[in-house]
Structure formats: structure tokens, C-alpha cells
């Protein structure tokens, strides 16, 4: 099996427990909304803004302990606020897309707004997702060189021994 495939392997897993997370975080950032929109009079946006926060600090906790737990633990606050500062661009772009449904088009019905809320989550999960793995969350240089290695020793002819030279 070649170096890629264990590459492809790695970044499938890593996709799977991304999704897995954030499958988790989507439920309780549309029942966080959808619980807002139904006790309080906030408007769809401000709702929408609470749930993302929960979800964001949810989501944190299963990034750090499940999906990214390998990954490099040194400098606690340096990744903590590189996670909010990615975690509040996606707001932006979850919201945003949120705001201009229901105030550029007039689309506020609870179902355009779950839709749109939806859309919003989907395309900043993108964004995280990039910026998560390649930002927050940093492989540890050796666990990136010894899958290299042990590819390397996989694809390797097999060494032969020499004759010994007769005197």
C-alpha cells in the first residue's frame, strides 16, 4: 500500500469523526434555535446567533477530546482562540446567509428559517473544517513522519544479503 493511501486513509477517518462532531453540534445548534425562536421574542437572527455560540462551545469540547485528540496539546490558549476566531468567521457566514434571507428577501416562515439556518451551518462548515485542520488543531510533526516511514518500508525492495568476498 503507497504513502497515499494512508494519507487518503488518515484525512477519510479525520472526516468521519469532523462529521460525526459536527452532525452532533448541528442538532444542538438547530434545537438551541428552534427552543429560543419558541420561549423567547428574539428575533430569528439573535436566536440564531445564541445557538451558534452553544453549538461553537460544544463543538470544542468533541474537536479537542474526539476528533483532534492526537494532535498537538501545547499552547491550550493559543488554539482556544485561534478556535473562536475561525469559530466566529463561520458565525458570520452562518448568520449572514441566515440575515439575508430574512431581511433581504422577507423569507422568516420557521421553515425558511430551519432551511436557511441549515444552508448557513453548511456552508461555514466548509470554512471550519479548512480552518480547524490546518489552523487549530496542527498534526505533530512525527505522527505525520512515521505513517511517511512505515509507507516508505512498505514499498521498499527487500535488501539482500551479499556474498562474502573469498580471500
Known sequence: MG????????LVREVARFGAVGGAGLLVNLLVFNLVRHVTDLQVVRASVIATVVA???????FRYFTYRDRDKSGRTKELTLFLLFSGVGLVIENGLLYAATYGFGWDSPLQ????????IGVATLFRFWSYRSWVFRALPAQEAVPDAESFLE???PVRPTQRARV
Not at 428559517?113 to 448557513?120: A, E, M, P, R, T
Open 3 to 10: 504513502r497515499g493511501s494512508a494519507g487518503l486513509r488518515r
Open 56 to 62: 461553537i462551545a460544544f463543538n470544542y469540547l468533541g
Open 113 to 120: 428559517s430551519n432551511i436557511f439556518k441549515f444552508v448557513g
Open 155 to 157: 514499498t521498499a525492495e
